[in-house]
């Protein structure tokens, strides 16, 4: 009975603790950002360091200085788009968001994403949103595990779909063009928001970018971990 007791004191003090934590640290701080064509990022994600660039082999993609518009770059959560929890878990409200434009060069991978972990990250979530003709693969990802959309907008042939190591639009000729604040388009023509669970333990991600549509501007963001909710079928 004491040991029942002293843990479930314990138990108690822990918790609210352990709730503060992660509700503060689910998603991606974004500290710096440097845009272009050979941008880069650093922050940090439930306590790991993470740097990001990026490098394109014939300028296809450039991530966005910071502002309020669909395909720029936030560092205090101002875009609300992740903050729906009907289409993105975890939703993360007061994150940072990685904004781009990529314009057309009609070659695959032609432009490179390398986001490095200061310590292993387990199961990480990768989220998206205004995607359209750049599909985002993640085939050269070292130790690459099962994806698992877990929530989105991917229905009847458009929005977010995940094939094989691939993250992309179903139809990337449709678009939408719902502000920032806004929820995400669930239905008719619109663009692919979602969070697709990278099942693993990562010390870097590597994602190949193509654009053979006709340009495309968004923004992608991580979370740590799933907390809850969407996706545990
Ligand atoms: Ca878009
Ligand atoms: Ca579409």
């Given at each position: ?8 004191i ?8 352990l ?18 064509t ?11 360091a ?26 205090d959560?101002?875009?609300?788009k ?19 434009t ?41 130790g ?5 959309v877990l929530?989105g ?45 990278l ?35």
């Amino acid at each position: 009975m004491k040991l029942s007791l002293k843990l479930d004191i314990g138990l108690v003090a822990l918790v609210p603790m352990l709730l503060a934590t992660q509700a503060h640290a689910a998603c991606l701080d974004i500290t710096a950002l440097t845009p272009g064509t050979v941008g880069a990022f650093s922050g940090v994600i439930d306590g790991v360091a993470v740097s990001g660039t990026v490098s394109s082999t014939n300028p296809s993609l450039s991530f966005s200085q910071l502002g309020s518009g669909h395909g720029d770059s936030t560092i205090d959560g101002s875009f609300a788009k992740y903050s729906y929890c009907s289409v993105y878990s975890p939703c993360t409200p007061g994150g940072g968001t990685v904004g781009y434009t990529s314009s057309r060069n009609g070659l695959a991978n032609a432009a490179t994403i390398v986001i490095t972990f200061s310590a292993p990250v387990v199961s990480p979530v990768f989220q998206v949103a205004g995607l359209d003709s750049m599909p985002y693969d993640f085939s050269a990802t070292a130790g690459p595990g099962a994806r698992l959309v877990l929530g989105g907008n991917g229905a009847g042939g458009d929005g977010l779909q995940v094939v094989g190591s691939v993250i992309k639009d179903g139809d990337p000729l449709t678009s939408d063009v719902t502000p920032p604040s806004a929820m995400p388009p669930t239905a008719g023509a619109r663009s692919a928001y979602s969070s697709v669970e990278l099942v693993g333990t990562f010390s870097s991600l590597t994602i190949g970018v193509s654009q053979n549509g006709n340009g495309d501007s968004g923004s992608f963001t991580l979370s740590a971990a799933r907390v809850s909710g969407l996706g545990s079928a």
